[in-house]
């Protein structure tokens, strides 16, 4: 029982060991500025199959080949604009987490905006609603209930 016990410990620290290790990637960069594009461009990529999850947080393999594609690029001297360009290309718009400002993609970052102009717009019209109700002046029968209820209370 002890032997199985201690098999079956020993099988699940090789698993382990071994998602540890396909994890780790080493990648070499002669410049740190380089090694923190590669850094801030895979950060900024999105997994086309992990949801909502950057590529290099991904275990996925497609996560994997896109970090390899970046480190290539970055070697070979392409600018950031153009390995997001290649990456768009390739995967679609999906990988970037902020999308470019476009005509299909207005909609998405113009409608926060028009919806905060249009609350303020609201808020504008409904204050000045109530300032105007309560500036109107009293008619002859408001005025009179209204002292009629001021001298209720006075003694005569």
Known sequence: M???????????????????????????????????????????????????????DSNAPVSGDMRDRVYLLLQDGRSDMEIRDHMVQRFGDYVLYNPRLEGRTFLLWGLPAGLVVAGGILVALVVRARRNASARELSAEERARLDALINRGRPE
């Open 2 to 56: 002890a032997v199985i016990r201690l098999a079956f410990v020993g099988i699940l620290m090789l698993l382990v060991a071994a998602t540890v290790q396909a994890a780790i990637e080493v990648r070499e960069f002669d410049d740190p500025v380089l090694e923190q594009r590669y850094r801030s461009l895979t950060a900024s990529l999105r997994c086309p199959t992990c949801e909502n999850q950057a590529i290099n």
